[in-house]
Nanobody, 124 residues
């Protein structure tokens, strides 16, 4: 059974860095588009960063561009999100997602597999 498992969340201070990891089980990262989403309290889930099935066409939401960096490790079959210069407004539950479609883009409904989420809290 396909599964995504996030790890790496926690409580940090503004300006700190944090790295999230997404372990992929049952499917190969090499063949799937993947992305990170986040959901803050009382808000809808929103796209953070993602890439298409080739690992290219990397896209970032404007709110994180230049601070967050998404990557994949084909050997480990994982995806990561390096988050730098964290801000209190980055506080959210972060989800990794995988899509059977080659270029799913930003809409959450384009992704068919989701992890359980990992909480990131940034204090001011």
């Amino acid at each position: 059974q396909d599964q995504l498992v996030e790890s790496g969340g926690g409580l940090v201070q503004a300006g700190d860095s944090l790295s999230l990891s997404c372990g992929v089980l049952g499917r190969t990262v090499r063949r799937y588009a993947m992305a990170w989403f986040r959901q803050a309290p009382g808000k809808e889930r929103q796209f953070v960063a993602g890439f298409d099935w080739t690992g290219g066409n990397v896209d970032y939401d404007d709110a994180v561009k230049g601070r967050f960096f998404i990557s994949r490790d084909l050997a480990k079959n994982t995806m990561s999100l390096q988050m730098n210069s964290l801000k209190p407004e980055d506080t959210a539950v972060y989800y990794c997602a995988s899509a059977g479609g080659r270029t799913p883009g930003r809409p959450a409904e384009s992704y068919d597999l989701w992890g359980q989420g990992t909480r990131v809290t940034v204090s001011s």
